[in-house]
Nanobody, 126 residues
């Protein structure tokens, strides 16, 4: 079992930045072999893909809506994955979830992920 815990959410003004962190615990020996992803879910909307990274960090993929503004990264030595969010917009408001993939790749589909965190709220508002 792999547990994931997100942190770093909060209230930020439009144009601001936040850095989300996701810490893995439990069976962390598998963390470095898994692709990792970030998803988000706004009220009354389905959970949507934000960003993903391969096991080595060598390849990343982003949703078009965040490309150029968000950056995903990971530190396998610390069993952590990060999401740097810049130039935030009100439409980025959502609960953000960290997820561990069932394989080493970077995938955009919810079904490719085995483990999920509880989420952290990001609110972008003036």
């Amino acid at each position: 079992q792999l547990q994931l815990r997100e942190s770093g959410g909060g209230l930020v003004q439009p144009g601001g930045s936040l850095r989300l962190s996701c810490a893995a615990s439990g069976r962390t020996f598998s963390f470095s072999s898994r692709g990792m992803g970030w998803f988000r879910q706004a009220p009354r909307k389905e959970r949507e893909f934000v960003a993903a990274i391969t096991w080595s960090g060598g390849y990343t993929v982003y949703a078009d809506s965040v490309k150029g503004r968000f950056t995903i990264s990971r530190d396998n030595a610390k069993n952590m994955v990060f999401l740097q969010m810049n130039s935030l917009k009100p439409e980025d408001t959502a609960v953000y979830y960290c997820a561990a993939g069932s394989t080493s790749g970077a995938y955009t589909g919810v079904r490719n992920y085995d483990y999920w965190g509880q989420g952290t709220q990001v609110t972008v508002s003036s």
